[in-house]
C-alpha cells in the first residue's frame, strides 16, 4: 500500500514518469512497480493516456480519495 501511495504522489508530481523512473526512485525493481501500477489500474485509480511513449498518467481523483481511506 506504501509502494501505491508514493507512486500516486510520484505521478501527481510529474505525469509523464516512465516505470524506470518510478523504480528508481523507490528502489524497487520494474516487476516491482508492474504489480503496483496493475492494482492502481484495476482500481481505477490511475490510467494511461496515449501511448506508452509521448502519453501521460492520469490519477481519477475520487478513486484515488477512496484509496488513502
Same mark, same amino acid.
Given at each position: 500500500m *506504501?509502494?501505491? @501511495?508514493?507512486i500516486i504522489?510520484?505521478?501527481?508530481?510529474?505525469?509523464?514518469i516512465t516505470r524506470e #523512473?518510478?523504480?528508481e526512485k523507490l528502489n524497487l525493481t520494474l516487476k516491482g512497480i508492474d504489480k503496483q501500477i496493475k492494482i492502481l489500474k484495476e482500481k481505477k485509480v490511475i490510467e494511461? @493516456?496515449?501511448a506508452d511513449k509521448g502519453?501521460?498518467? *492520469?490519477?481519477?481523483?475520487? #478513486?484515488n480519495d477512496k484509496l488513502k481511506s
Amino acid at each position: 500500500m *506504501k509502494s501505491r @501511495v508514493k507512486i500516486i504522489e510520484l505521478i501527481n508530481n510529474n505525469s509523464t514518469i516512465t516505470r524506470e #523512473e518510478l523504480a528508481e526512485k523507490l528502489n524497487l525493481t520494474l516487476k516491482g512497480i508492474d504489480k503496483q501500477i496493475k492494482i492502481l489500474k484495476e482500481k481505477k485509480v490511475i490510467e494511461r @493516456v496515449g501511448a506508452d511513449k509521448g502519453g501521460y498518467w *492520469k490519477i481519477n481523483r475520487k #478513486e484515488n480519495d477512496k484509496l488513502k481511506s
